[in-house]
């Protein structure tokens, strides 16, 4: 019960601000359930990817109903290729936990890979790098495919490479770059729910703690998606890069910790 109430404050908390800043949540769920330890490396990635698809599905929503509009036609092709990330990403997410002895190698790739992530998306963030202007539908495919696999193998949902890869190749301002994110998210976190489904199933998850973790991520993604239309670009920013920075502390102490067993 304890740890329930203790995953259903963190998810609240992370979703809120996964929502704000594109981010999903995960990238904020997943270090600091690591940090609990209190469930396998597996079960935490699916606590997060189900966290994170419910605020995803829930902010998407709610940007739509305020009477946010979105290109359906790159909607439809980032998620086409999340959707394929995101099962090549479960995919080897699996493999590495049946071919590693120790799941927390499989936690460490996961960590330095995250951490990679988060420093490419903060410099781009900081520094004022060349944007590109892709428009094609290739590109837009190809840019899911990699959000997604990224997204679905490190178990954070997207995360900040979603929000600097789309204002990287297609020079959105950062507050649109949210709202793809969010939308590209969702398929990619479906596709990775339905992978596990037809894989190895639930039967190893505990599934009392979603009684904690769906309501927990559908308050933080109806908090975020508001606060998201509320606050001006430059202050997006500054969430955008606070978060990076302290999930970047995280993510370091525990990849240390994994490595001083």
Known sequence: MLIGIIYFLVIVLANTIGAISGMGGGVIIKPVLDLLAKD???????YSTVAVFTMSLVSTWRQ???????????????????????IGGNVVFERLLLFLADESLVQLIQISLTIVTLVFAFLYSRFDWKNYHFNSLISYFLAGLVLGF?????????????????MLLFSFPIKEATIYSIATIFFSQLAKIVTIAFGMGFGRYDLTMLFFVIPAAILGGL???????LLSPKKVTLVFQAVIALVLLINVYNGWQILAK
């Open 40 to 46: 396998s490396v597996a079960a935490i990635s699916f």
């Open 64 to 86: 739509v109903k305020d009477g946010i509009s979105l290109n359906w036609r790159l909607v439809a092709f980032i998620s086409a290729g999340s959707v394929l990330g995101g």
């Open 150 to 166: 990224l997204a679905s193998l490190l178990g954070i949902g997207g995360g900040p490479i979603n929000v600097s890869l789309l």
């Open 223 to 229: 908090l975020g998606s508001r606060f998201n239309h």
